[in-house]
């Protein structure tokens, strides 16, 4: 039975039917009733395990093919007319001739298969910044995720009417191939085709593709930023929250951040974290001029391994309803799951996340690891102990901050503060980490990741730093959020890092919050704006890190940053005479700043 009559739907419903030829078609509605029946239909496959339901209620648990654990970069391509406008950052393929072998892949994969139509909506129903997509899949486990990822069904639709602003998904599944997996955006259709995957990074399509990669195009051409960003809000002991955006790169405590347990010297005194979104933001502005940020997503896409119950607490608690474990490990004696860092407690008799059963002595996977280090869980976010009350607010959250951080040894102080709103972008477009693991190459290795978007970016990046630096034009320099640059990973001449982190960060976000209400005065520096150490409050934590210590760690050394701008210099190389003039200008400053 349709749920529509937008023709637009319809037709390019139709048209993917006739290539793929499902048997049947089944369309999502959201009703609990038809979640159940496919829980049920996935379970009887095998597709699905179903978990303790005592210990983890409508918990289940999944395992991919042992080829198809992570998102595939290097054959995630942006489909533009022209190679520069994808840019130097983004693998290319031209429409017409990537549309031509996506279908020849995808023909007929669908005979003996139910074609699954979910029509979600990224953000809350209805909202004014919300977007719409509909996707199609072969797979159950990609609808019971997307379910858990988005607001789903009927509603949808209703509020889609009769336009044609929706982005096209179609997820075939062939036969998780990876010499032919592809994961493809098409900007200007407001398309995306997914073949021979079934790992949600590359199959949940309303995630990184749609939610960045499309996003930020549509952002570009419709006045707006799609960011890779969490949402956070800090509110303090007089019940006043403000509310900060930040991004990023990956092993850099993006989701721990996101959900922030104040330390015990602030939660007495009446301090609250509240999580808003920990990975994705759209922002627009709003009718007072200001800023405002939804989270389009309804549920978190969390890496399982390293999250326990100190590191952690509030994800955790995220998972205990409701969730899909995917690639973890299942304690067979209790029908639960465990992965790496959960605690110390492996279990003895276990299915490794390949499936094969170990005998507690040795596990067989390749990095003798029980869960695979890329293992997720897909949890609803209304789990999430400290989850917003704005959080499904469709007007979005009022941003006071931008926050960029990265992990730097010895460059970047612990906090910094731009100049300004182009200075800020500036920061952002420098953004790096140095590798931390062998496994990836050298240690120490600084790798550029502007705005953490770099393998999410959906045309070509200098433009998107151009759309940024345009954006701000139109803004109020009293109502714009002001930007600052972080790093909780300075480490001392031993290689021990010198600042304590998570719930502590907070320290470093009530110093934000009082610079963007003038309330607190900056050291002028080379860089941008260094907080007086005193002006960070060290109570509870002056045993760990001394007022000397925090000056180091505030410390801007010259010669380090002349070296990184060899750096900059290199990577804005790429971009040619596309990178913004403004940009250049802010080097330049930097430069002369240096001298």
């Given at each position: 039975?349709?749920?529509?009559?937008?023709?637009?739907?319809?037709?390019?419903?139709?048209?993917?039917?006739?290539?793929?030829?499902?048997?049947?078609?089944?369309?999502?509605?959201?009703?609990?009733?038809?979640?159940?029946?496919?829980?049920?239909?996935?379970?009887?496959?095998?597709?699905?395990?179903?978990?303790?339901?005592?210990?983890?209620?409508?918990?289940?648990?999944?395992?991919?093919?042992?080829?198809?654990?992570?998102?595939?970069?290097?054959?995630?391509?942006?489909?533009?007319?022209?190679?520069?406008?994808?840019?130097?950052?983004?693998?290319?393929?031209?429409?017409?001739?990537?549309?031509?072998?996506?279908?020849?892949?995808?023909?007929?994969?669908?005979?003996?298969?139910?074609?699954?139509?979910?029509?979600?909506?990224?953000?809350?129903?209805?909202?004014?910044?919300?977007?719409?997509?509909?996707?199609?899949?072969?797979?159950?486990?990609?609808?019971?995720?997307?379910?858990?990822?988005?607001?789903?069904?009927?509603?949808?639709?209703?509020?889609?009417?009769?336009?044609?602003?929706?982005?096209?998904?179609?997820?075939?599944?062939?036969?998780?191939?990876?010499?032919?997996?592809?994961?493809?955006?098409?900007?200007?259709?407001?398309?995306?085709?997914?073949?021979?995957?079934?790992?949600?990074?590359?199959?949940?399509?309303?995630?990184?593709?749609?939610?960045?990669?499309?996003?930020?195009y549509q952002g570009r051409n419709e006045g707006w930023l799609a960011e890779h960003m969490l949402i956070l809000g800090v509110e303090n002991p007089q019940g006043e929250v403000k509310y900060i955006c930040a991004?990023?790169?990956?092993?850099?405590?993006?989701?721990?951040?996101?959900?922030?347990?104040?330390?015990?010297?602030?939660?007495?005194?009446?301090?609250?974290?509240?999580?808003?979104g920990d990975d994705i933001a759209w922002i627009k502005k709003g009718p007072d001029g200001r800023l405002y940020a939804i989270n389009p997503e309804n549920g978190f896409f969390g890496v399982a391994p390293g999250?326990?119950?100190?590191?952690?607490?509030?994800?955790?608690?995220?998972?205990?309803?409701?969730?899909?474990?995917?690639?973890?490990?299942?304690?067979l004696d209790t029908n639960n799951v465990w992965w790496e860092d959960l605690d110390k407690n492996p279990p003895v008799k276990a299915e490794e996340w390949t499936g094969i059963r170990t005998n507690g002595v040795?596990?067989?996977?390749?990095?003798?690891?029980?869960?695979?280090?890329?293992?997720?869980?897909?949890?609803?976010?209304?789990?999430?102990?400290?989850?917003?009350?704005?959080?499904?607010?469709?007007?979005?959250?009022?941003?006071?901050?931008?926050?960029?951080?990265?992990?730097?040894?010895?460059?970047?102080?612990?906090?910094?503060?731009?100049?300004?709103?182009?200075?800020?972008?500036?920061?952002?477009?420098?953004?790096?980490?140095?590798?931390?693991?062998?496994?990836?190459?050298?240690?120490?290795?600084?790798?550029?990741?502007?705005?953490?978007?770099?393998?999410?970016?959906?045309?070509?990046?200098?433009?998107?730093?151009?759309?940024?630096?345009?954006?701000?034009?139109?803004?109020?320099?009293?109502?714009?959020?002001?930007?600052?640059?972080?790093?909780?990973?300075?480490?001392?001449?031993?290689?021990?890092?010198?600042?304590?982190?998570?719930?502590?960060?907070?320290?470093?976000?009530?110093?934000?919050?009082?610079?963007?209400?003038?309330?607190?005065?900056?050291?002028?520096?080379?860089?941008?704006?260094?907080?007086?150490?005193?002006?960070?409050?060290?109570?509870?934590?002056?045993?760990?890190?001394?007022?000397?210590?925090?000056?180091?760690?505030?410390?801007?050394?010259?010669?380090?940053?002349?070296?990184?701008?060899?750096?900059?210099?290199?990577?804005?190389?790429?971009?040619?005479?596309?990178?913004?003039?403004?940009?250049?200008?802010?080097?330049?400053?930097?430069?002369?700043?240096?001298?």
């Amino acid at each position: 039975m349709k749920l529509t009559t937008n023709k637009t739907v319809l037709d390019w419903i139709q048209k993917q039917v006739e290539l793929v030829k499902p048997d049947n078609i089944v369309w999502i509605d959201g009703s609990k009733e038809q979640v159940e029946e496919l829980r049920a239909e996935a379970v009887s496959t095998g597709e699905l395990i179903k978990l303790d339901q005592e210990a983890l209620p409508e918990c289940y648990y999944h395992r991919t093919a042992v080829n198809d654990v992570a998102r595939v970069e290097a054959r995630t391509l942006i489909c533009t007319p022209t190679k520069e406008e994808a840019g130097p950052t983004n693998n290319w393929m031209e429409p017409n001739e990537c549309y031509k072998m996506l279908y020849d892949i995808a023909r007929d994969s669908y005979k003996g298969r139910t074609m699954y139509v979910i029509p979600y909506s990224m953000g809350p129903i209805g909202s004014p910044l919300a977007k719409i997509g509909i996707e199609l899949t072969d797979s159950i486990y990609v609808v019971l995720n997307m379910v858990i990822m988005t607001r789903t069904g009927k509603a949808v639709l209703d509020v889609l009417g009769d336009s044609n602003d929706w982005v096209r998904g179609l997820h075939c599944k062939c036969q998780i191939d990876e010499e032919n997996r592809y994961i493809c955006h098409f900007p200007q259709d407001n398309t995306i085709i997914s073949v021979n995957s079934g790992y949600g990074g590359n199959v949940l399509l309303g995630k990184k593709c749609f939610a960045l990669r499309i996003a930020s195009y549509q952002g570009r051409n419709e006045g707006w930023l799609a960011e890779h960003m969490l949402i956070l809000g800090v509110e303090n002991p007089q019940g006043e929250v403000k509310y900060i955006c930040a991004a990023f790169p990956s092993a850099c405590g993006k989701t721990n951040l996101a959900m922030l347990v104040p330390p015990e010297y602030y939660s007495k005194k009446g301090y609250k974290v509240w999580t808003v979104g920990d990975d994705i933001a759209w922002i627009k502005k709003g009718p007072d001029g200001r800023l405002y940020a939804i989270n389009p997503e309804n549920g978190f896409f969390g890496v399982a391994p390293g999250t326990n119950e100190k590191s952690n607490p509030n994800a955790l608690a995220s998972t205990r309803q409701g969730t899909i474990f995917t690639n973890v490990a299942r304690n067979l004696d209790t029908n639960n799951v465990w992965w790496e860092d959960l605690d110390k407690n492996p279990p003895v008799k276990a299915e490794e996340w390949t499936g094969i059963r170990t005998n507690g002595v040795e596990w067989t996977a390749a990095g003798k690891k029980l869960a695979h280090p890329n293992s997720r869980f897909t949890a609803p976010a209304v789990n999430c102990p400290c989850i917003s009350s704005e959080f499904e607010n469709g007007a979005g959250v009022p941003i006071s901050a931008f926050v960029f951080g990265g992990r730097r040894a010895k460059l970047a102080p612990l906090v910094y503060q731009a100049r300004d709103w182009n200075n800020g972008v500036f920061v952002g477009s420098i953004m790096a980490s140095e590798t931390t693991a062998a496994a990836a190459g050298a240690v120490g290795v600084v790798r550029r990741d502007p705005m953490a978007m770099l393998p999410f970016c959906g045309y070509n990046m200098a433009d998107y730093w151009q759309h940024w630096i345009d954006f701000g034009e139109d803004l109020d320099p009293e109502k714009a959020p002001k930007f600052f640059n972080v790093n909780w990973f300075r480490k001392d001449e031993n290689g021990k890092f010198m600042w304590p982190g998570f719930g502590d960060n907070l320290r470093v976000l009530e110093w934000i919050i009082k610079r963007c209400e003038d309330k607190v005065d900056a050291k002028d520096t080379a860089i941008g704006y260094i907080p007086f150490a005193e002006d960070i409050n060290l109570d509870g934590i002056e045993d760990e890190v001394s007022l000397e210590t925090l000056e180091s760690i505030l410390d801007v050394d010259k010669e380090l940053w002349k070296e990184d701008v060899a750096g900059i210099e290199e990577f804005y190389g790429k971009f040619g005479d596309r990178l913004p003039a403004a940009l250049v200008a802010e080097l330049n400053d930097l430069k002369k700043n240096l001298e």
